[in-house]
């Protein structure tokens, strides 16, 4: 049997497979590349592979312990299998989250440098780790070893002080708003190390302890890794040396299968978990803007292919929907140089495509945040009470060709690599989107019926924190300095 061999000379999403008419039939490059047998402009194949592919989901493939072939996946499917499948996922298997042996002493440092410098020390711990690992099996560290997929947090960072920071504002809003009527009920979703947990808990304790014996704390956790962490370094250790026993409950689940109702009023914290949400691919048709929504097809020799249908799902619908009767409408954008695909006029779009046909007549890509809008459904409808206190990036570097695309990287190494492409290996890279907090603060307003304001990450932390406890001996404040390119939002 003839061994099969993996096409590398083009990237998965170097051709745009259109379903349907194909545009310009009597174009020149289009009869040349017709006449070459290429498949991007066979109309009754394409077709036919899709079809051929059975549709599979997040949900159904996240029992099955081998990646999937020979199924189709909507785009934010496929990412958020790469991402979350509690087999091969990245953050099943990959992921560990930076923290300091202890905390940072700012007031004893020189200045910035000092801090980095420090933070630079640290890591030697995660690399004796990953040697240690290394030892145990010499035999299999050429091919067994993997590189340590090091995340970094201001919560770690800055602990205990960011996570006081979030303290005050949950206090002073409870004591506005809840006080004395109703316990503080806390929701944390993505709880990384536990840390967040113990910084407010014992900041309430330490301020407030009439509030503190009224206090509940319950983290949402997807990654069953993380979860276990925090159970047994939060709980067992952190919290039982803290006396917080009682206070705390894990709950090992996906947001997106929250099936209860919280009666109560509650804060909903959901820092860094904003941008792992999934996304679905956009295209538009460049002379109708007909929006065109992107599948990956995976072969049986598990080789991607993005398709693009004219026929949206439910949430790609509401998403656009929303936008379009909202404050920041695309539709109707006419710059020539604007980022978004929209924003490009009729001849700049005609002309791209005429010099590169393999697009189909499809715009650059568009990555929406369709999970977002079902997060702010279940807020809406499971926890009809709450306060959301969310932050995220609101730009990425080194993203993947597209509109609001995301940064596709990975640990290889010891050093950061990036790809231009989300369809890679599942659960070899982190797949992390930035977040349009204007945007999201819009559909907020139209999907929970509650404002949400948008700061800065400096401008929270100002009005919050205790920024002499983060200052350096030259004034410096690492804190404020540091993610220049995360906002806060919060209702």
């Not at 006081?164 to 929701?187: C, G, H, K, S, T």
């Not at 803290?242 to 090992?252: E, F, L, P, Y």
């Not at 919050?464 to 001996?473: E, G, L, N, S, V």
Request: glycine letters at 4%; a neutral charge; one cysteine or more.
């Amino acid at each position: 049997m003839k061994k099969f061999l993996h096409d590398y000379t083009v990237n998965p999403n170097t051709f745009s497979f259109r379903l349907g008419k194909q545009p310009y039939e009597g174009s020149f490059m289009r009869q040349v590349l017709k006449a070459s047998g290429h498949d991007a402009w066979n109309e009754r194949e394409n077709e036919q592979l899709f079809i051929k592919h059975p549709t599979t989901t997040f949900n159904r493939q996240s029992r099955n312990p081998k990646r999937p072939k020979g199924v189709k996946m909507l785009a934010s499917d496929f990412i958020e299998d790469s991402l979350y499948n509690r087999h091969y996922g990245y953050f099943s298997k990959q992921v560990e989250i930076f923290q300091p042996s202890t905390p940072f002493e700012y007031a004893k440092m020189e200045s910035q440098d000092q801090f980095m410098k420090d933070w630079q020390s640290q890591y030697t711990r995660y690399e004796d780790k990953k040697t240690s690992s290394d030892q145990k099996n010499p035999k299999d560290q050429k091919t067994n070893t993997k590189d340590i997929q090091l995340w970094h947090t201001p919560t770690e960072l800055f602990q205990p002080f960011y996570g006081e920071a979030l303290a005050r504002y949950l206090l002073v809003n409870y004591m506005l708003n809840q006080y004395p009527y109703n316990d503080l009920v806390i929701y944390e979703m993505g709880g990384g190390n536990g840390t967040l947990m113990l910084n407010i808990l014992n900041y309430i304790r330490e301020k407030q302890p009439d509030v503190y014996e009224r206090t509940q704390y319950k983290i949402i956790e997807i990654s069953h890794n993380l979860s276990t962490k925090q159970e047994e370094t939060a709980l067992q250790l952190k919290a039982k040396d803290h006396d917080h026993r009682g206070k705390v409950q894990i709950i090992n689940k996906s947001i997106f299968d929250w099936k209860e109702v919280e009666p109560n009023p509650c804060f909903f914290i959901a820092l860094e978990v904003f941008d792992n949400f999934a996304h679905d691919v956009i295209r538009y048709d460049n002379t109708n803007r007909e929006p065109y929504q992107g599948y990956v097809v995976i072969d049986e020799h598990g080789d991607f292919k993005e398709f693009f249908t004219k026929d949206l799902d439910d949430w790609a619908n509401a998403f656009l929907g929303l936008r379009e009767n909202g404050k920041y409408p695309r539709l109707n954008q006419k710059s020539l140089w604007g980022e978004h695909p929209l924003a490009k006029n009729a001849f700049y779009r005609g002309f791209k495509d005429s010099i590169y046909p393999v697009r189909a007549n499809l715009s650059d890509p568009e990555y929406i945040p369709t999970r977002l809008l079902k997060f702010f459904h279940i807020l809406k409808y499971k926890f009809p009470q709450h306060q959301l206190l969310a932050s995220d990036f609101s730009k990425l570097n080194e993203t993947i060709p597209g509109y609001m695309a995301p940064v596709v990287q990975t640990m290889l190494n010891n050093r950061m690599v990036t790809t231009d492409s989300y369809m890679v290996l599942q659960g070899y890279f982190d797949i992390m989107f930035p977040t349009d907090f204007q945007l999201a603060s819009d559909l907020y307003r139209q999907v929970v019926g509650k404002l949400a304001d948008v700061s800065s990450h400096r401008e929270f932390l100002s009005q919050w924190a205790d920024i002499r406890a983060t200052t350096t001996q030259t004034g410096e404040n690492p804190m404020l300095e540091f993610y220049k390119n995360a906002d806060f939002m919060y209702s």
